[in-house]
Every structure is written in C-alpha cells, then in structure tokens.
C-alpha cells in the first residue's frame, strides 16, 4: 500500500492553473519560484510517501492506548513526528520570522494535501496546531504570542481546539464551559468532547484553545469567549512548570483514524485549569470562525489526499490483479474490464478536479492576504469565501465516493483488512463531518456566500468560467473536440448562474433544503471549469513535448469528466428547483409512523 | 439500537403491489392468506426484533475465534440459531413434505429482509445452507437428498458455497479444485477461499458445496463438477460419522460482518476429502447459475434490510438529537433541519422503493414455479430473470447510500462505534461484492437479460410501467396531483425502453461500459413505477381509512422520491449513452502515468 505523492499533477496545477508566477510576485513570496517549489515539494513527497504512509497502517491497526489519563500512540508515530518538525513541515506558510518556512498557501496546499493522503491521522496534529497558532497570531496579546508562539510553529509544542461539548455540537450557542476571573488569568471548568490530539505522546506540551463562558456573559453565541489552557504551565523562562488542572477522561473508538487521538477533556476538576483570555471577552465564536477557512481548506485537502491516495491503491491493485483471459488465451488484468475502468476513471478525473478547486481557494487566500491593490485583495478574499465550503464540502464527499469505489475495485479482496482498500473508507469517513459537517458547509455557501451578497462572488465565478469557456471555443480550428468542451463548459456556468438567480429569489425554507444538492452541483460544475482550464494547459505542453504522457492523459481525462461526471449536475439542479418543497413537506410524523 | 420490523409496509407492498391474494390462489400455496401470512410476519418480526437485532452489535464487537481449526461464534449466537431452527425459520419456502413452511418465496422475502436487516452476520447462515438446499433438492441423486437433505432443510446442518480460490474470483473458470474418482465416491482436493460458514459451532455438521475439477474434465467453465462434502461423514443410518478430510485453515479479519466466519477451507491435506458427486459430470457451474436467482435475490434483500435498519436508526437519534433551538428560545431536534429530513427522506425513499422490486421478483419467482398457465409461467421467468440483477445490484448499492447517510446524520456521533451506526456502513459494504459483485449484475442485466432476448422482457416492463401511468393519469380529476406522478412514470418507462434500444443498436464494448449506470437507471425508473403504484393503493387505503397515517406518510414519500430520486436517472441515461466512449478510450497507460 505504497503512496507517490503526484507532483506531476500538482506542479501542473499549480503552474498552469494556478499561475504560480503570479503568486511568487506578491510581497513575501518572491522566493516561491517554481524551481524552487518543485524542489520542495519534491523533498515533502518523500517524507509523505517513505515516512507517513508505511506508518498508515500501523497506526490503524494498532491504534492507541489510555492509561492512567496518558495516550500513547503507535510505535514510530513519535519519531515521525519529531522528523517533521525537524524538517520544519510543521507549518509551512507561516512568516519565516516566526521560524516558519513563509511558503505560499497553494504551495502549502499540495503538502497538506501529501501528508493528509499519506497518513490523515498523522497529519490531523499539525492540522490542529495550525488552528491554534492562527488564533494565537490573529487575536492574542503579545505575551501570550512571545511565549506560546514560537514551540506552535516548530511544532515542539502541539495545539488543540475545544469547541464541541455533549450538548453542543455544529450548535455552539449550547456552551456551558465556564471561565472565572483569578488575578491575571481564569480559571477553566468544563468538559470538551471530541478533541483531537487532546492528549498524547509526540510533545512535551499541548495547548489547548478553549471556548467557554465569562461568568457575566450574555446567553449564546454572543457569550463565548476564547482562552489558551496550557497542559503544563509555562515558567517566565520558557521552562515548563506544573501540570495544569486538565485531563484526558477517555478517548473514542472510531471507524476510522484509529491512530489519531479522539479525546474527552476534563478542564477544571480541581479546582480551575489556568486559562489565559485571547483577545477581547465575548469574541471567541468570531476568533474561531476567523480561523475556519484554512482549517476548511485543510479538511477539504484530507478528502483530495484520502481520494488520490484510495486511487492510486485501486490502481495499482487493477494493474496486477489477474482475472479472467483475453480471447487469445492470455491472463489478463482486470484493467481490461470497462467497468473496472470506469470506476477507475471516476476516481481520478473527480480527484484531479477536486484538486484544482482545493489549490484555487489557496491560490486566493495568498493574494487575499498579500495582493496590494485593495480590489484584488477584495475579490480574492470573495472567492475564498466562496470556494472553501465547496473545497471542503465537495473534496470530502467524493473522498469517501472514491474510498467506496476503491474497494468495489478490490472485490473481496477489498473487504479484507490486510488490503487496506477498507482503511482509506474508514479514514474518510469523518472529513465530511469534521469542522463542520456537510450540511453546515452547504448553508455557510447558500446563506453567507451567496445570498448575502448579493450572488456578487458568485456571479464573478460564472464570468471566470464563461472566459474559460470562450478560450476553448476559439481554437476549436485546432481541437475540433472543443468545441464540446466549450459548450459543456457553457452548461455548467449557466447551470450555476441559474442556481445563483435562484437561491436569492427565495424567501422560505427552500435554500436550505436544497443546500447540500447545491454544493455538489457547484462542485462538479466548478470541476469541469477545472478541466477546460486544463485542456487548454495539456494541449500546450503535448505541443511543446513538456510532460507529454501527463498532458496525454489528462486530455483523456478531461473528457471522461465532462461525459461521466458533469452530467449529474442537470439532475442535481432540477432537484433542488423542483425537490426542496416535498423535502420541507416531510414532518417527524412522516417518519415516525410505525412502518 | 433496536430494530422494528415494517410489518405496516410489509403487507401493504404484498397485498396491494404483489397481490397477494393472486398468489395465494397458486397450486400448494392456498394457506397463504393475509391473515395467516401477517401471523407469521408478526412473529418473524419479534424474533428479528428481540433476539437476532441485540446479537447483532454483540457479534460485531467480540468477533469470532480461530483455535485449533474451530471457529467459535460470539456468546448467543449459537442459542438464537439453535432456536431460528426451533421455530422454522431456516427454510420457510421449502416443501412442507421436505419440512418445510411451505410460504410463497414472497412472503420469505419479508422474512429474509427482516432478519438480514436485524442481524447481517447472522443470518448469512441460513442465506448459504438454502443455496446448498437448492443444489442438492435440484440436482442431486435420491440417495443423497435422503440423507443431507432433511437437516439441511430444518438447519441442524448448515450448508456452504465452495466457489472462489485465490486465483478464481468472479471468474471461475480458472478453478483448479480436483476431485480424484474413489468407488462410491470422489477425493477432493484444494483450496477455498471466501466461504461463509465454512467452519463454525452453531451446528452439529455442516455440509460443503464444492465446485471442483474431474481428471478428464476440459479446460474452463465447462470443466467443474459439483460435489457434497460433509465436515463429518454420514452413516448409513443417518448418525455422524468420522471427520473429513477438510479443515479451516484461517479466517478474514474484515470491514465488517465480523461475526460471519469468512474461511480458508483445505480440502484434502490428509488424502482427499470425501465428496459425492451432484448430478452430472462437468455441469457444476451450470447448477450454480441455476440457484443464483434466488442467492442473489437473497443478498438484494440483505439491502433492502440494512438499508431499512440504518433508516430507523437514524430517524430515532434525529427524533431524540437536541441540537439548536426553535426561534421561540425551545430546545429543538436535528429532526426541524431540511438537510437532516433531506437525507431522511431519501433513505426512506429509496428502501421502500428497493422493497417493492425485491418483493416483485420474488412474486414472480413464486408464478414462474407454480403457475399452471405455460405462458404466464415464461413471463414471470422473464421477469425474474430481469429484476434479479436489479435488486441485487441496485439494493445493495443503495443499502451503503443509506448506511453512509445514516452515519452523517449522526454527527460525529456516527463516527464513534458505540452508536452502530457505522456498523451498518461496515456491514453493507460487502453486499455489492458478494454473490456477484454489482458490475457482474451489471453485465448478467444488459447482456443476458436485455439483449440475448433482444429486449423482450424489458418491453413487458416497459408496458407495465406505462400502464400504471396510464391508471394515473386517469384519476387526475380526483388528484390533481397525480398528472405530474403520471408524467413522470411515463417518462421513467421512456428512459428504460430508450437504454433498450440502446443496447440492442449496440456492436462494440459500449454495453461493458455503461453496464453499472445502466443498472442504476433502471433501478430508479423502476423505484418511480413502483412508487407509483403505491400512490394508488396508499390513496385508496386513505379513502377507506385502512392505516392512513401509513397511507399519508406514503403519499408524501411518493412526491419526495419523483423530485429527489428520480431526476438522477435522466443524468444516468445521459451518461451511458455520452459517456461509454470515453470509458473506453482510458487505457491501462492512462492510469498509469506518473502523476
């Protein structure tokens, strides 16, 4: 079960569509020339395929072990740990003045999206620390920065993000934690379910980012606040001193990601765990939601990665799996069988589609954050928001569509453990789930992104994609096959348009029924917007013999994708036009007659 | 995590979708009345409910043991299969002279769904001893029918399939099993994989199915012979004799259905197990094809069971989940969220809409064995030879949908074992891989089925979809809704007889590339006809007050599966017939570039 990260088609991606020029032009990033990338990413495939992968399957076969409130996690995790954070993998894009490597998102999406297909339940802990290094960075004062910084981006230090307790889930308002002013901190109580890495083995200390309440807060969202609770406190030296008042009390059995810890946090049941507040009281929720967008695209980037990986296992299996024999007499591979192509097909022309609007969503986040005209940084920061809940949501859906299809790929065989087809479904299982299920991407995409303003993100995309369109269809003289693909390209923009018009002539529930049928059409269209794009890019590079099997095969690709995968997006969209009133008609009592 | 037999559905899809009462008027099954036939559902149901339904999550955690050649099933399993063969329930179709209940395979449908969807594991079991029932009642020489096939019938002897070897999965030609002639009877040897129950302690002999090689047998599938190889030898009077030259060599540590013993069976290590030829020389697999009807229709049930479990299972913890709040400041359930009745309704949807094509192929299935008229006799095989596949693949396929959905309903919740809701996943993911896996189905549908008879049987299909069009669209002054249910009945009948007419023009290997989508068409098209009738009967019962909350819920699934289910089959059809091509096109040097 060997792993190859695919720098052939990330270097495409992000050269041809992504236009890593560009982005290497933005302040700070002049140093991200595509040589110097390739060479990095080159380096960044090896730790994922030589280090991570073989440590996949340990990890989910011999999982975790609690004593005495101490995770341990597999043999050879720790080790793999300390080498990333050795090689300064631990948080790429952060400023190099803060010891990170001050990588440009997109760069940093291809790795994440390595060291997420390699091992999903590895890579979760730096996923994590990213989070908390964020909302340190973002909101917290300077002493809470000076000392908690520097071990969160070298990663001696690991971070945690406890928002959901057992009442509360994708519901926040529903928190109870509480936080009592003593001195120049709190005191932190409460109990935090599902929190990942919240206790283990790989560094000395962990820090947790806590969302509880001010004794004077007002009811709800809006009386949330954001602190960091330290596992050991930390001395005026930097030293770690006394344990602080927060314990592992169990961790979950999972489907999946056995080897990533699932912990219950038990803050404060001696009296108070020390918490120190971020920022200003009462902020917390929007901290979080500040840092949502890259945990999102990291998500989002797990179901890429999980996808790639699930089809390269496929692959390779097709490739020697004898089975039946050619009409001469010969053995023959199952490659041979069209379905087993097809699914094969599905699989790689979704994930190559899935990457491209994952690594876009990045590609905005650099200039969002670095571009200096304002318009642009405004556009940008508009087709982040836009895209992370369909990187996310989509990504992770097919993650699991992919995962699925690799096992049927395997037949019994796939069933069977020891082939590890089954591990990749399992891990996939929770990335749509996970930093906001589906459901809550869907309606963050129908309600913030597209109806509050205005469908003006969203018609901006359609424009992109009717430029996409018209740029295969004039040199339809050359590839008379373009003609096709500029036409379907037509169909998805016009199909995303119409649904644009039609989420924000709404005024009842309707968009929120239709929500989730939403995103994966957006998704699939966008794929295909992906694919023209990359038509024209392979096109040019068979013409100048650069990577010419890659361009080759991505030809094939693009039109197996326009006639295999994007036709389900017309069904998509006339069920959301014409199903969301017979799903609002549905009441419990529907489904509570004893059938 | 209880499971509540739909005994309400039940019998509104065998009285008014299956006609029942036609049925019964069949020659030996004239004691298949309502009244009786619901007796007997009722307590099927209780044992579902109350015996095999708690073994079934205790199965999945304790798993089975391997020691010293036994396999040792999980505290329980053995004291409810002991009590299953008390109470009749192992064979419910066969001949009461043969011990038998005599039931119309109809109503065994009802029973295999309950049973498979309370307890998967479990009731593979008795799935397996009828496939070895049915070879040995078919083919085999009196002699051994008297003496295997009794306790086999009751289930004090369980039977097994011996078909895979490591290097023959879905195609058995290349079985290499030999059986070496010895007197009265034959050595056999080789090794089996895969085999369900091939070793276990619920019953006292168990009794082995084996497709093997003669000396002198040609080359390929016209090469196997059958033969019955009992784990203990019989004496003549019927008592147990020494134990066969056959053992359990390992068993599959799997994704799911831990509790079915999945064997590595060593035939003949110590000389030759002794085996007794079925039948004819050389027409083993002919014989298994022949009991494949009934195998696989059993497996199509196995999805319609967990796709019904996954269903209830996650209606409950919706039911019960609070999760935000009402505008008024109430706590709420996740049930008041349009993606959660979204999902809901379609896993509602599509199992009631699985149910009634199963329960009609077994409807037919009862007509093609006992219907006097010659005619009526060859059009119900018709019928059954082209619905099997679709239940199969169709119900199997949807039965992971349905579990997948049910885990994201969950939450995160799903996620974590103790919930069951991910076993459901776990456990369906075998059914599109056994007894055939879904692209097998596939091709049996388009090419056996649809044009060897030059589309015969699809037309009558087609026609009777129209005419329950038609008794729509006759109504439509009483409901006026019902236009819109008979247009799209009608369109549903068009796209089946268009893709007939498709693969009938068709010379090439475009048949074996849209196969699958070809499958999953048809069985949405026929989930909207079935839907359809259901319409009628459920208005119908309304008007006569004959269960109307069942009647009303009915209705609205009705609605919800025409605008969200049913539009997809549109894009399917679009896709075969645009798509195959480029299935085609990808080769193995595709998928082979670096990426």
Not at 34 to 42: G, Q
Not at 318 to 339: C, F, N, S, V
């Given at each position: 079960m060997s792993y190859s990260a695919p720098l052939n088609d990330m270097m495409f991606v992000l050269e041809d569509l992504c236009d890593l020029d560009g982005v290497s032009k933005l302040p700070g990033l002049e140093d991200a020339t595509?040589?110097?990338?390739?060479?990095?990413?080159?380096e960044a495939g090896k730790f994922a395929g030589q280090v991570l992968a073989p440590l996949n399957v340990i990890g989910d076969q011999k999982g975790l072990t609690l004593t005495d409130g101490k995770v341990g996690t597999p043999e050879g995790w720790a080790a793999a740990y300390h080498q990333l954070v050795e090689m300064g993998w631990n948080s790429p894009t952060t400023d190099p003045e803060h010891g990170g490597m001050g990588l440009p998102a997109v760069v940093n999406a291809c790795i994440q999206e390595m060291f997420n297909g390699a091992n999903t339940a590895f890579q979760l802990c730096s996923l994590l620390t990213q989070g908390a290094i964020e909302a340190i960075e973002g909101y917290a004062e300077d002493s809470l920065k000076e000392t908690y910084l520097p071990k969160l981006v070298t990663g001696e230090w690991t971070g945690t993000m406890n928002l959901t307790e057992p009442q509360a889930g994708s519901d926040l308002a529903a928190i109870r934690s509480k936080a009592e002013p003593q001195g120049d901190h709190y005191l932190v109580s409460g109990q935090k379910i599902y929190i990942t890495y919240g206790e283990h083995d790989m560094a000395e200390n962990i820090i947790h980012l806590v969302l509880a309440r001010l004794p004077d807060a007002p009811a709800g969202v809006k009386g949330i606040s954001l602190f960091v609770v330290p596992k050991f406190l930390v001395n005026a030296d930097g030293s770690l001193g006394e344990r602080n008042d927060v314990r592992c009390v169990s961790i979950e059995h999972k489907l999946g990601i056995h080897a990533s810890p699932t912990c219950?946090?038990?803050?404060?049941?001696?009296?108070?765990?020390?918490?120190?507040?971020?920022?200003?009281?009462?902020?917390?929720?929007?901290?979080?939601?500040?840092?949502?967008?890259s945990a999102r695209l990291g998500v989002g980037l797990q179901g890429v990665g999980i996808a790639e990986h699930a089809t390269q296992h496929a692959i390779n299996y097709?490739?020697?799996?004898?089975?039946?024999?050619?009409?001469?007499?010969?053995?023959?591979?199952?490659?041979?069988?069209?379905?087993i192509r097809r699914m094969l097909g599905l699989m790689k022309a979704r994930t190559e589609a899935a990457r491209v609007i994952a690594y876009r969503?990045?590609?905005?986040?650099?200039?969002?954050?670095?571009?200096?005209?304002?318009?642009?940084?405004?556009?940008?920061?508009?087709?982040?928001?836009?895209?992370?809940?369909?990187?996310?949501?989509?990504s992770t859906e097919l993650g699991i569509e992919n995962a699925s299809l690799g096992v049927q790929v395997h037949g019994g065989m796939g069933y069977v453990e020891e082939t590890g087809a089954a591990q990749h479904l399992r891990d996939a299982r929770i990335t749509t789930i996970y930093e906001g299920t589906t459901g809550i991407q869907a309606l963050d995409l129908v309600g913030r992104k597209i109806q509050r303003d205005g469908g003006v993100a969203a018609k901006e995309l359609v424009a992109d994609m009717r430029a996409s369109a018209k740029a295969l269809g004039e040199q339809t003289s050359a590839h008379a096959d373009w003609a096709m693909l500029c036409a379907t390209i037509m169909d998805a923009a016009d199909t995303v348009e119409d649904l644009t018009d039609w989420l924000l002539a709404q005024n009842g529930s309707e968009p929120l029924a239709g929500a989730v049928t939403i995103l994966e059409c957006f998704g699939i269209c966008l794929g295909a917007w992906a694919m023209g794009d990359a038509a024209i890019s392979a096109a040019t590079r068979l013409e100048q013999s650069r990577s010419p099997a890659h361009a080759q095969a991505k030809l094939k690709i693009v039109h197996f994708y326009m006639k295999n995968v994007l036709p389900k997006a017309a069904s998509l969209s006339a069920t959301v036009k014409g199903g969301a009133g017979s799903v609002l008609d549905l009441t419990a009592a529907d489904f509570g007659v004893e059938a």
């Open positions: 595509p040589d110097m990338i390739s060479a990095i990413l080159e219950t946090l038990a803050f404060g049941d001696n009296g108070g765990a020390t918490g120190y507040l971020v920022g200003e009281p009462n902020k917390g929720l929007q901290y979080m939601f500040a840092m949502m967008n097709a490739m020697e799996r004898k089975q039946g024999g050619t009409p001469e007499g010969a053995e023959a591979t199952i490659m041979g069988h069209p379905d969503a990045a590609r905005s986040l650099d200039y969002a954050h670095r571009a200096t005209d304002a318009d642009e940084k405004a556009r940008h920061q508009r087709r982040v928001d836009l895209l992370i809940p369909i990187a996310k949501g989509w």
